[in-house]
């Protein structure tokens, strides 16, 4: 089936199999590969897109649940080399080990700031419940989310 959607601001065409996975559309059909397939059971946040404005797992949307709507990835953060304040606070934080959670945790993290830009540690913590990450312990992660959040206010 031919799903059309807007993808990070372009409109852009899939043919896929009914069951195709948004992530899968945006990863195998697309070459947008910044959205990580690590559970794809919803459990882990890899995948973490915004689907018309509201974050998403991307491995629990069809792709036909995508058509006609607007989906955001990771890809649509950085300008050119450019890198957003919350993926400069990633590394300036040295939040990144492996970076397979990455791109999940900075998508969530963009999230949460514009819905609320002064966090405290709970709610950074509440925030990125979903988001799990094998390497860094987390803490760093906070730490990177400070980072942004105070580049933000500056
Ligand atoms: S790959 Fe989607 S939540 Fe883990
Ligand atoms: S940095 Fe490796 S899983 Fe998070």
């Known amino acids: 089936m031919l799903i059309r959607t807007n993808v990070n601001g372009e409109e852009r065409q899939a043919d896929v199999w009914p069951g195709t996975s948004l992530l899968s559309m945006l990863r195998d059909h697309l070459g947008l590969v910044g959205s990580k397939n690590a559970c794809e059971q919803g459990e882990c946040g890899s995948c973490s897109v915004w689907l018309d404005g509201e974050l998403v797992c991307a491995c629990l949307v069809l792709a036909a649940q995508a058509g006609g709507r607007d989906v955001r990835t990771v890809e649509s953060l950085a300008q050119g080399d450019r890198l957003h304040p919350v993926q400069k606070a990633f590394v300036d934080a040295g939040a990144v080990q492996c ?52 580049c933000r206010r500056a």
Not at 114 to 126: A, K, L, N
Not at 135 to 142: A, F, L, M, R, V
């Open 99 to 150: 970076g397979f959670c990455t791109p999940g945790l900075i998508v969530a993290t963009a999230d949460l700031l514009q819905h609320d830009p002064t966090p405290g540690e709970e709610t950074i913590r509440e925030a990125l419940a979903g988001n799990l990450c094998r390497c860094t312990g987390y803490q760093k992660i906070i730490d990177a989310v400070r980072i942004a959040a105070e």
